[in-house]
């Protein structure tokens, strides 16, 4: 305490200027209306930019939580486009009965068909690669469930447990997809045979099909991972294959891999569809 009293009469002279400095401002700025208006301008301004930065950690705490629901929403609506393609290659030329379907489907509440996961490892350099992500069977995964991103397809579930899943992607040697070029009517068979992550490429492309570099690939829903009209990738190169009736065809896929952080899984009916087949199997024994 006395130490602090000594400091305080040792520096008092530089006190009572403060002290009076401030009464001066106080009265430069109260009595004068541009002085104040100046003060009261840079004040806004500081305060802004305090509340801006603010903002700006507050926009980057909540980020996790936007893109969760983001994703939330774009599950929806890649569910609402599904059931759409599926049903308008199912019907004839009837505008009536089109019509009808788009009116229904946009004012009834549909299903989510997804499940929103996180990649918690991700491999692109092996030769077998694979993707682990935080959700199991306690979600609602099952084996064979079709994996896509915010771009295009990613793979399929070959395994899961209660919290987690292995996905087989698109850059596997042993994965092997249905696709199409878009607006095509033939299929061809979408492989991966190592090196660059960016590439696949789609085999037994029919070469009366025509075909350009640029074009659009997407699923051609003959498989029963994925529904028709899924993004895949583009047209970057083309040949022929050994058998002169096929063109082999290098597709730049949309889905980085690279950067690959959330992903949604579909959930198809592809048990019942099997329950179908066997059936049948059984039938003819």
């Known amino acids: 305490m006395r130490n602090?009293?000594?400091?305080?009469?040792?520096?008092?002279s530089w006190f009572v200027f403060i002290f009076l400095e401030i009464i001066c401002f106080y009265f430069?700025?109260?009595?004068?209306?541009?002085?104040?208006?100046?003060?009261?301008?840079s004040t806004n301004e500081v305060?802004?930019?305090?509340?801006?930065?603010?903002?700006?950690?507050?926009?980057?705490?909540g980020l996790k939580k936007e893109n969760q629901e983001l994703l939330q929403k774009n599950s929806e609506l890649q569910t609402e486009l599904s059931e759409l393609r599926s049903y308008l290659f199912s019907v004839e030329t009837d505008s009536l009965k089109a019509n009808a379907f788009l009116n229904d489907s946009v004012n009834r509440k549909i299903n989510s068909h997804y499940?929103?996961?996180?990649?918690?490892?991700?491999?692109?350099?092996?030769?077998?690669?694979?993707?682990?992500?935080?959700?199991?069977?306690?979600d609602g995964v099952t084996d064979d469930m079709g994996v896509v991103s915010q771009q295009g397809i990613v793979g399929?579930?070959?395994s899961a447990s209660p919290n987690y899943a292995i996905v087989q992607p698109i850059l596997n040697p042993h994965s092997k997809f249905s696709c199409k070029i878009k607006n095509s009517s033939a299929d061809?068979?979408?492989?991966?045979?190592?090196?660059?992550?960016?590439?696949?490429?789609?085999?037994?492309y029919p070469k009366y099909e025509k075909i350009e570099k640029g074009d659009t690939i997407v699923t051609s829903g003959f498989s029963d991972f994925f529904p028709a009209g899924l993004q895949?990738?583009?047209?970057?190169?083309?040949?022929?294959?050994?058998?002169?009736?096929?063109?082999?065809?290098?597709?730049?896929l949309f889905t980085d891999f690279g950067t690959l952080k959330n992903v949604l899984l579909l959930k198809s009916n592809t048990d019942e569809i099997k329950e179908l087949e066997n059936k049948v199997k059984n039938a003819k024994k």
């Open 4 to 12: 602090l009293i000594n400091f305080l009469l040792k520096n008092s």
């Open 28 to 41: 430069i700025f109260s009595g004068n209306s541009y002085q104040k208006s100046v003060f009261l301008n």
């Open 47 to 61: 305060t802004g930019r305090v509340y801006s930065i603010s903002g700006s950690i507050s926009s980057y705490f």
């Open 115 to 138: 499940i929103i996961a996180r990649v918690e490892k991700n491999s692109t350099s092996m030769i077998e690669n694979y993707i682990i992500i935080n959700k199991g069977k306690n």
């Open 156 to 158: 399929v579930v070959r």
């Open 188 to 204: 061809g068979i979408l492989i991966w045979e190592g090196g660059d992550s960016r590439y696949a490429r789609l085999t037994e």
């Open 232 to 252: 895949v990738g583009t047209v970057e190169e083309y040949q022929s294959e050994v058998d002169d009736n096929f063109y082999s065809i290098k597709i730049k």
